[in-house]
Every structure is written in C-alpha cells, then in structure tokens.
C-alpha cells in the first residue's frame, strides 16, 4: 500500500472524539463557541453533527465540519474551513451583533473562514442542522457549499464544486472529473448527475440514471470524491461503509496516478489501491512515481521503437488521431518529428495515430486495444515486457486459408433437379424475380442494420462489470435462461433497462488480463448476425459475459419440435416459459434468411475479423431467434478460451456429434473447415427439419444411417427433394417459389459436407453459394463417417 494511502486510510478512520455538551442550534444569545467547549450541534434526528472536530494526528488543530454521529468511525461529510489548513484552539465561532456568522482563527479578530459570508437581518436567526445533514443559517445553507461529499437529496447544478481533501481533483459541471495539477479531465459522465437518493439511484438529466449494486434498500449513503480520484456513492450496511458504486472502473485511467513516463498498472479484482507505477524498458525509477531514460534522446535519426501492447500515454500537445491507417506512415511520422517520444497505433484499421511529446497518464488496459511504440536510443538493449497484443494475433490469425474451387466433375450428369421443375420454366422466371427482389431487401436491411450496430458500438472496448452490479442485474442470479457448455445463463436487466443475458463460464482457463484481453478481441466482433457482447466481469476468480439478450430463443426449438425429439439436450438462452407448442413454423424465406445469416457471420468470423477465429461448435443451439427472426450467433470467440483437447472432449460429452467434422475425430488440424462443416449439417437440418442424427423414414439400420448421405441419395439420385422437406412446411413447398431457395441450400450443404476439409468450400464462398452470386457445381456424395468411440 502506498503511503499516499495509508495516509487517506488513517484520515477515514479515526475514533470519533468525545462531546459532552448537545446543541440543538446555536444563535446570537449563545456564547462564542470555541474548540475546547466541547460542544456539539445535532440534527432532531440525532443522525448528524457538526462542531470543531480535532485532527487525528494533532488533536489541538481542528476543522468545523459535519459528521454522522453513531456510526464508530467518524465519518465528515462537509466542512467549514480547509481541512489541509486547519484553525488553532482558540479559533471560535459566533455571530456578530450585525447578524453575521463568523468563524475565525484567533479570538474573535481576523478573517472570517467560513464559506459564503453568512449574515441575518434579523438577531432571531439560528444555526440549525436538519435531519438530512443540511447545516442552515437564515438564507445560508452548507448544501450549497459542498466540499468532497453530497448526500442524498442534496441537489448538484452545473455550479456544484467538489474538490477532493486531498486538493488534487475535482467533479465539475455535474459530469466531468478534472486532475487539478493539469486542469485536465479524465472522466465524464454521459449526462449531468443531479440528484441522489436513499435508495441509490442516481438521477441525471433527461431522466438517465445510474443505481448502485444495492439499489433499493434504504441505508446511510453518500457521493464522495475520493482522495485517489474516483467519484463513488458508499452506503452504510450494518458495520462499514461499502463502496457500491464508482464513476470510474479502470482505477488507471485517472490522471496524475502515476508521474511522467510511468505506467499504472492495477488489477482491478483486488481493489483500487493496489496498483503499481512501473517504468516502460529503457527507464528507470526517478521517484516512487515516475520514470526517467538511461539513454538520453540525442540523436533523433538513431532512434527505434519498442512496442509496449495495450499501453495508452497521453498529456502530449495534440491529442487527435492522424487518421493514418498505415503503420508505417504513422511510425514515419513521429521519425520525422523530433519532439515525438512515441506514438500510439491502433490495428483496427481506422487509423488511430497518436503522436506524443509529453509521456504522461500512461496506463496498461486491453480496454485501449492499442499498442504504444516508445522511441528510445538505437542502443538500447531492452525488450518490451508488455505484450500480448502481438502474440494474440500471431496465434488466431493462423495463415488465411485459400481455398481451390470445387473440383470439376468432367462427367457431371444432367440430372439436376430442375428437371422437376421444368413444367413451371415459365412461372420459374417470376420466382426467380421474387427471390432477387426479396434477396434485394434482404441485403439492404442487413447492411442498414450493421451500420446501425456499429454507431452503438461502446467507446473503449467491452464495460467491465463488477460483480456486485450484475449481481443486483440478474437479481442474485436467479433467472437460468439456459445451461450451455461454456456454463449457465441467467437474464438480466442492467440499470439502463437493457436486457441482458449473463453467461458465467465455468472452466476457463488463463489469468485475469488474459481472459480480458480475450474478452476485448470478442467484443470488437460487430455482425448483425453475432449476438453483441456488451461487457464482462472478471472478478475474484469469476469469468461473467454480458450479452444482448435475444428474445426468441435458440433455432432447434424452432427446426425440432416437440415429440419429434425428446429434449435431451438443455436448450442455449431459452426462456423455459415459453411454450415449445406455441413457437410458429418458420416458412421458407426465413430459413433461407436464416441460413443466409448464418453463413455470413460464420464467414465473418474466419474472414474480416481482424483476429481470425474459429466457432467449433456451430448447431442449432446457439444460433438465437432475434425479433423478425434475423439468427445470431451465440458462444463465438469461446472456443479460445480453451484448449482443443478440452473441446473435443467437452463437445463429444455434450452429444453434438453430428455436427463434428471428421477431423475432430482422427486428429487433423482444426481448421476453419471445421466450422464449414458443422454449418453443412445445420443447413440440412434446416431444410430437413430433422435432427441430424434422427433417422427418418429409413430402413437402414443406426450404424450405417448417415444424414447428409441419405439426404443426397434422395435428392440427386432418386431426384426427390421433397422427401427430405420439414414435414411441417412440405405442403407449403411451392416449386415455383422456392425451388431455387432449396435448390441452393441442399447443394451449398452437399458441399460443405465433403469428408475431405479441402473439398469444401470457405465459409465465404458457402456464403456467396447461398446468395446466388456463384455457380454451384453438382455436388460429390458425402462418404460416410462414423464417429468412433475413442
Ligand atoms: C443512528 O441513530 C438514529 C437515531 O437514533 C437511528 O435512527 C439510526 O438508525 C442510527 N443509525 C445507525 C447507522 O446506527
Ligand atoms: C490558525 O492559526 C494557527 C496558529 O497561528 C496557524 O498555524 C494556522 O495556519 C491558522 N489557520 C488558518 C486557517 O489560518
Ligand atoms: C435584536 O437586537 C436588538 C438590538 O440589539 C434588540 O433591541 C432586540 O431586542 C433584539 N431582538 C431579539 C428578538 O432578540
Ligand atoms: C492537431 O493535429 C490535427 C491533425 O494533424 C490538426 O488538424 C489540429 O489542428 C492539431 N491541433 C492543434 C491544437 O495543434
Ligand atoms: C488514451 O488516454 C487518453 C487520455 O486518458 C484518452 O482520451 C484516449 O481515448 C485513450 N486512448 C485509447 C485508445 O484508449
Ligand atoms: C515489466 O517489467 C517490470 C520490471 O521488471 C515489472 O515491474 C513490470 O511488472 C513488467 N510488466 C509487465 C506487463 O509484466
């Protein structure tokens, strides 16, 4: 613990001096109260008081201040003078024959200290404290001069000023808190704060508010800008006061923790005090708090950079980004300026260049999904010890894979299913006219819909949620929604009434920073198609997702109905209260639609994410119903969490063997194949309403029954597609309307579900297969394969 805080430690704690005398107000007919009479002033309640409260560590100083009477450690919520600049024994109170409230320092001569100039026309007027801990003398009131604490139902205005005791930050304007020293502000909050009360909420303007983790129960409360910098409502449970609410999460992100050219680093599971300023490589301890060179700066034209992952400096002259998308451009530009001292890039493409010449506030957080490069001499030996970022990469973006077209079948036979369809080659047209038009739509309300989702995007990565606040989200975890293989779902609501699904993981492996890391790369993942992932909590050994929560539960209630399938497998995000029988019957534009959709994030994921990730565990489990049934994926990113041995075993455990590709089994590389795969199963599901490994009208006995193959074997050899229809929507099959729909689904899953990874298509490509914009070759008949034991 540093002393800084040792010192803050000492100054909350203290044991509540003794009074022997109560006021229940103070007027011009009493005597000059001085610090040694003991007295003290009480609010009817008996909850507050206000007097000469001694000082800690030198009992004949003092500061008149107001504090709550029986909770054992005093606790001062206002005070009259500067507690840093305290008042001698024999400083007094009074009020003077013309009305005036006086506190000075010596005798009843000097300055008067107290704030606002107090005064009364009338001799009648009283010093009171109300119930609410207001101190009020005639028009005067101490709620109009906060110093580090409002309490509930004390108004905040745009005038309201706290300033920490410390005298080293303050909240302004009722939304920003500004480091004093540079006059520069570190946290804002979305809109102006007015108003909190016993309950716990904050009220903000244009009715936003913000509630703390124990909103709801009527206790002691109070806002207080801590000597550390961060603004945070306690409340009073039984013995202590605990912190349920903090205006900042990131305890680094304050300026002025750590001193020039360091890095706050801080493990937010442990609490804010426990933090570290450390020197980047190439410096060294100046003081406790800042960092200096070894090597000076002499030469800017010998000069190199060190990446530091996930480190963010600012206080520089100019903080906007060049917008140069480039790396190299960026580096070049700080090469050639020779006051820059680093420069921070963003790999996101969006051209994040920061350029600095002051090494200020430097913090590490995977929050900032950045990398800072830190010019030191040519000469310098070390190495960057903050990675992360780099080697993340390196370790998702395997190669990306190129795919070769579908092999040619020379002697590939005319017999197509069109053939069915040849009488209606008239009517075809038309309903190929619907299609384009449908898939024109289509197109247009998914590309609006992503751009919308992106202009939503949070600033500074996923929120980090502590586990106090989803704890009061998900009401104590009582609402299971769904049990999955990452762990149980609950659903939520979070202060700002959006409704959640939180997700506790259960055998995640890796370190805090690494799960956040991880978490960050997850949350950049923006699709219309992926459920969004909004925040986390890593707390304590905790691993908890926030996610968007999707309203219409997970596709296989939807494909596999009731007594069809005995629901042996607990459904993903699925609000048990809804009634299996009562879900409609998707039509084909919407399987289309969802298939579409699927294959599209699928295709996202392998292809335009930066990172490169693979599901491994696609099925109708988790893909999830949104309103107007657009499908999003759930559990994407996952995967990375664990080690490949562990999801072999996890997902043969969880019985989805049909959609493992074979190279689950024999021990091939994984590769993005995989997924294309499990995709080839679920779009034959999909058409097929069956159960992959539900055998239906057969004959063939379970050992060789193999889905994807009898599914071929009825449609391109015995040319009957609508054998392998949902049975529920086969009569609403319109040749006409949906035969290229189908036509295009059956073979697009023909194809992924080739044996052979390298004879199906990428995911991309699958995609594109679906939409109509490439040819489909006729497909090869899917060997069998069985899933062996072990
Ligand atoms: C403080 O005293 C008042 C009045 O006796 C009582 O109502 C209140 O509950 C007490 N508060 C605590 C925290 O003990
Ligand atoms: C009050 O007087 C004492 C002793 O003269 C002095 O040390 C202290 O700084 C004074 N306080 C203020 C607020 O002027
Ligand atoms: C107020 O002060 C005046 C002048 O000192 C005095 O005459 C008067 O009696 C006082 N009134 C009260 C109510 O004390
Ligand atoms: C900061 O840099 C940007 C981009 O080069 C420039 O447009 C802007 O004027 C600069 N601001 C200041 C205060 O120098
Ligand atoms: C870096 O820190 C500055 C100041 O705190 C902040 O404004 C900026 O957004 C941060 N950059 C990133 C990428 O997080
Ligand atoms: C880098 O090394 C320094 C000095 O050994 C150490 O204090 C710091 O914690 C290390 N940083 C990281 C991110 O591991």
């Not at 409230?101 to 010596?106: A, E, K, S």
Request: charged letters at 20%.
């Amino acid at each position: 613990m540093s002393p800084f805080f040792l010192f803050f430690f000492l100054l909350s704690n203290f044991p509540p001096p003794s009074f022997s005398q109560n006021l229940s107000s103070f007027s011009s007919s009493d005597s000059t109260w001085t610090p040694t009479q003991n007295k003290q002033l009480l609010s009817p309640n008996s909850l507050f008081a206000a007097g000469f409260q001694p000082d800690p560590t030198f009992p004949n100083r003092f500061t008149f201040s107001i504090w709550y009477l029986n909770i054992s450690q005093t606790t001062v919520v206002w005070s009259a003078n500067d507690p840093n600049h305290p008042l001698s024994s024999t400083a007094s109170l009074l009020i003077s024959a013309t009305g005036q409230l006086r506190l000075v320092n010596d005798s009843t001569s000097g300055s008067n200290l107290w704030p606002g100039t107090p005064s009364s026309n009338t001799n009648a007027s009283k010093l009171v404290l109300q119930d609410n801990g207001n101190l009020v003398y005639d028009k005067w009131e101490s709620f109009d001069f906060p110093t580090d604490t409002i309490l509930p139902n004390q108004t905040i205005t745009a005038d309201t000023k706290l300033v920490s005791r410390n005298g080293k930050f303050s909240f302004l304007n009722a939304s920003v808190l500004v480091f004093l020293s540079l006059n520069d502000s570190y946290w804002s909050s979305d809109y102006a704060i007015q108003v909190l009360d016993e309950e716990g909420k904050l009220e903000k303007v244009n009715q936003a508010t913000a509630f703390s983790a124990d909103f709801g129960e009527t206790r002691l409360r109070r806002l207080k800008l801590d000597d550390d910098g961060n603004l945070r409502i306690y409340s009073f449970d039984q013995s202590q006061w605990t912190t349920v609410w903090q205006a900042v999460q990131e305890f680094c992100t304050i300026h002025g923790v750590c001193g020039e050219n360091a890095i706050c680093l801080n493990d937010a599971a442990a609490g804010s005090d426990n933090f570290s300023c450390v020197c980047p490589p190439g410096f060294k301890n100046s003081s406790s708090q800042s960092c200096e060179r070894k090597i000076q700066l002499e030469n800017p034209g010998n000069t190199k950079f060190l990446p530091l992952d996930y480190v963010n400096f600012s206080g520089g002259s100019n903080q906007t980004s060049l917008k140069i998308a480039n790396f190299s451009l960026c580096e070049s530009t700080c090469r050639q300026n020779p006051k820059c001292l680093g420069f921070g890039f963003k790999y996101d493409g969006k051209g994040y260049c920061v350029i600095q010449d002051k090494l200020l506030n430097g913090y590490w957080s995977p929050g900032t999904e950045m990398t800072f490069f830190l010019r030191v001499d040519k000469s310098e030996s070390e190495v960057s010890n903050f990675t992360g970022m780099t080697s993340l990469l390196e370790t998702t973006c395997p190669v990306k894979i190129t795919l070769p077209p579908p092999p040619k079948d020379s002697n590939s036979t005319t017999r197509n299913i069109i053939i069915v369809c040849t009488l209606f080659a008239a009517e075809l047209i038309s309903g190929a006219l619907f299609f384009w038009a449908f898939l024109k739509r289509y197109i247009k309300y998914r590309d609006m819909a992503r751009t919308l989702g992106l202009e939503l995007l949070p600033a500074g990565g996923p929120k980090r949620f502590t586990y106090a606040e989803l704890n009061a989200a998900t009401n104590g975890f009582s609402n299971l929604i769904g049990k999955g293989g990452f762990g149980d779902v609950y659903k939520g609501q979070l202060p700002d009434h959006r409704v959640v699904a939180v997700k506790r993981l259960s055998h995640v492996t890796g370190g805090d920073a690494q799960f956040w890391a991880e978490v960050t790369i997850i949350a950049r993942m923006h699709h219309l198609n992926l459920v969004r992932l909004w925040g986390f909590c890593a707390e304590k050994g905790q691993r908890i997702l926030v996610y968007e929560y999707v309203p219409n539960g997970s596709l296989d209630k939807y494909l596999f109905r009731v007594g069809q399938i005995e629901s042996s497998k607990p459904g993903m995000e699925l609000d048990p209260s809804v009634d299996d029988q009562e879900k409609p019957i998707l039509d084909w534009n919407i399987r289309y639609r969802i298939a579409l959709g699927v294959a599209r994030a699928i295709a996202y994921l392998h292809e335009e994410c930066l990172e490169w990730v693979l599901h491994c565990d696609i099925k109708p489990e988790n893909i999830l119903l949104g309103d107007d049934f657009c499908p999003k994926i759930s559990d994407f990113g996952l995967a990375k969490l664990r080690k490949k041995e562990h999801m072999v075993s996890m997902s043969r455990i969880r019985g989805t063997r049909g959609y493992m590709a074979p190279e689950w089994v024999k021990s091939d590389p994984i590769t993005p194949k995989a997924d294309v795969y499990s995709f080839g199963m679920v779009l034959l599901e999909i058409v097929s309403g069956t159960r992959n490994y539900e055998m239906r009208g057969s004959k063939i006995n379970s050992e060789e029954w193999y889905f994807p193959m009898w599914a071929f074997e009825k449609v391109f050899k015995e040319m009957k597609v609508e054998d392998i229809l949902d049975r529920h929507i086969k009569n609403s099959y319109d040749c006409r309307m949906h035969f290229d729909m189908v036509d295009r689904m059956v073979k697009t899953a023909m194809w992924c579900l080739q044996d052979r990874p390298e004879n199906r298509p990428s995911m991309g490509k699958a995609a594109k297969m679906l939409e109509g914009t490439v040819e489909i070759m006729e497909p090869k008949k899917p060997t069998i394969f069985f899933l062996e034991e072990e």
